[in-house]
């Protein structure tokens, strides 16, 4: 397997290729970047199996969506990725083939929920949660420094010293450590316990990268910022959440709330389901279609997708709408289902 990395900036998209199949998987492609990365690729005669996100970033556009539309290549996120554009979700542990080589899937969350790190051969992918002599920042929504914490001590240095370590970012031109550097020498990990990890993580008070919901929304919906008028963080903050367990206790009341499914009709009819008397408006589509809400009058309405990060753009959406009794189901219809309990297709 040969490896390449294609940008030579501060945010580092990598290319791993199996030689004999002339077959590759490209991780974390820039948005602005992808005719780039179809250039090299047809010089070199090399073939996407597929196209991976690390992560949903929020500091760029992705391009996976586009690169996957022009090279017929398949989207590959964690299973707990919240854009609808993913074709193959991966768990812990999965392999996935890259001609006849192979990368391993680890779930390392912490940076957000869906950060994986892929273990390829003699190096490690690392994303956005263990970069060279520092760590992503775990203050985005869905981040948690206790937990990304847990990943980089228990997934990633537990990996041989030797193996190479290269992450989505580097601001210092670093291009590559390994797992024993930085077990050694990584001004945030070494010789600190769990507890002044988080310390130190949630005191470093960085700025918002901007523009960052200009990145981040489009990354987890798949919309264009001219598509809808996506709400601010603070109005974001401010969504209510409640998990499935309470979602089903006040279903079964005797004043149910309205449910809206903010998903593609394809996801809705997918795998996961949905939830019965769940009534389909895809995030899109949720501000001309507020009439349909008109008789959820003095009812409570939830917004529901596939892990609760579109419905919550979608509560904040309503409530800026005058929309007075807006929750979002935390954890969405994975959550749903992971807590066995019934949907309809
Ligand atoms: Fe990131």
Same mark, same amino acid.
């Given at each position: 397997?040969?490896?390449?990395?294609?940008?030579?900036?501060?945010?580092?998209?990598?290319?791993?290729?199996?030689?004999?199949?002339?077959?590759?998987?490209?991780?974390?492609?820039?948005?602005?970047?992808?005719?780039? /990365?179809l250039a090299v690729l047809? /010089?070199?005669?090399?073939?996407? #199996?597929?196209?991976?996100?690390?992560?949903?970033?929020?500091?760029?556009?992705?391009?996976?969506? &586009?690169?996957?539309?022009?090279a017929g290549a398949p989207?590959?996120?964690?299973?707990?990725?919240?854009?609808?554009?993913?074709?193959?979700?991966? &768990?812990?542990?999965?392999?996935?083939?890259?001609?006849?080589?192979?990368?391993?899937?680890?779930?390392?969350?912490?940076?957000?929920?869906?950060?994986?790190?892929?273990?390829?051969?003699?190096?490690?992918?690392?994303? #956005?949660?263990?970069?060279?002599?520092?760590?992503?920042?775990?203050?985005?929504?869905?981040?948690?420094?206790?937990?990304?914490?847990?990943?980089?001590?228990?997934?990633?240095?537990?990996?041989?010293?030797?193996?190479?370590?290269?992450?989505?970012?580097?601001?210092?031109?670093?291009?590559?450590?390994?797992?024993? &550097?930085?077990?050694?020498?990584?001004?945030?990990?070494?010789?600190?316990?769990?507890?002044? /990890?988080?310390?130190?993580m949630n005191n470093l008070?960085?700025?918002?990268?901007?523009?960052?919901?200009?990145?981040?929304?489009?990354?987890?919906?798949?919309?264009?910022?001219?598509?809808?008028?996506?709400?601010?963080?603070?109005?974001?903050?401010?969504?209510?959440?409640?998990?499935?367990?309470?979602?089903?206790?006040?279903?079964?009341?005797?004043?149910?709330?309205?449910?809206?499914?903010?998903?593609?009709?394809?996801? /809705?009819?997918?795998?996961?389901?949905?939830?019965?008397?769940?009534?389909?408006?895809?995030?899109? &589509?949720?501000?001309?279609?507020?009439?349909?809400?008109?008789?959820?009058?003095?009812?409570?309405?939830?917004?529901?997708?596939?892990?609760?990060?579109?419905?919550?753009?979608?509560?904040?959406?309503?409530?800026?709408?005058?929309?007075?009794?807006?929750?979002?189901?935390?954890?969405?219809?994975?959550?749903?289902?992971?807590?066995?309990?019934?949907?309809?297709?």
């Amino acid at each position: 397997m040969i490896f390449r990395e294609l940008n030579r900036g501060k945010c580092k998209t990598y290319l791993a290729i199996s030689e004999a199949s002339r077959k590759a998987a490209i991780i974390d492609p820039l948005r602005d970047k992808v005719d780039r /990365y179809l250039a090299v690729l047809a /010089y070199h005669g090399w073939r996407l #199996d597929s196209i991976i996100d690390t992560h949903t970033h929020a500091d760029h556009r992705s391009g996976a969506m &586009e690169l996957g539309e022009l090279a017929g290549a398949p989207v590959v996120m964690h299973r707990l990725a919240p854009a609808p554009h993913v074709s193959i979700h991966v &768990e812990d542990g999965q392999p996935l083939k890259v001609g006849d080589e192979e990368l391993r899937v680890l779930h390392t969350p912490g940076h957000t929920p869906d950060s994986i790190s892929l273990l390829a051969k003699d190096r490690v992918f690392t994303g #956005d949660v263990l970069f060279i002599h520092g760590t992503g920042r775990s203050d985005f929504a869905g981040g948690d420094a206790g937990i990304q914490h847990d990943s980089i001590m228990g997934k990633l240095f537990t990996l041989p010293d030797e193996v190479l370590v290269f992450p989505a970012h580097d601001y210092r031109g670093h291009t590559q450590s390994s797992i024993g &550097e930085e077990k050694r020498s990584n001004p945030r990990l070494a010789g600190k316990t769990r507890d002044d /990890y988080i310390n130190l993580m949630n005191n470093l008070g960085l700025p918002l990268p901007d523009g960052i919901q200009e990145a981040l929304q489009p990354n987890q919906s798949d919309l264009d910022p001219g598509a809808l008028k996506f709400p601010t963080l603070s109005q974001l903050n401010q969504v209510r959440q409640l998990s499935a367990a309470e979602l089903l206790d006040r279903i079964a009341s005797t004043n149910p709330p309205m449910l809206i499914d903010v998903r593609g009709e394809d996801e /809705y009819r997918g795998e996961l389901g949905h939830i019965s008397g769940a009534h389909l408006i895809p995030l899109k &589509e949720l501000p001309e279609r507020t009439d349909e809400l008109a008789n959820a009058k003095g009812r409570d309405i939830v917004a529901i997708c596939r892990v609760g990060v579109r419905s919550a753009t979608a509560a904040a959406i309503l409530t800026g709408l005058g929309f007075e009794q807006v929750w979002n189901l935390k954890g969405g219809m994975i959550e749903w289902k992971d807590a066995q309990l019934p949907v309809e297709r």
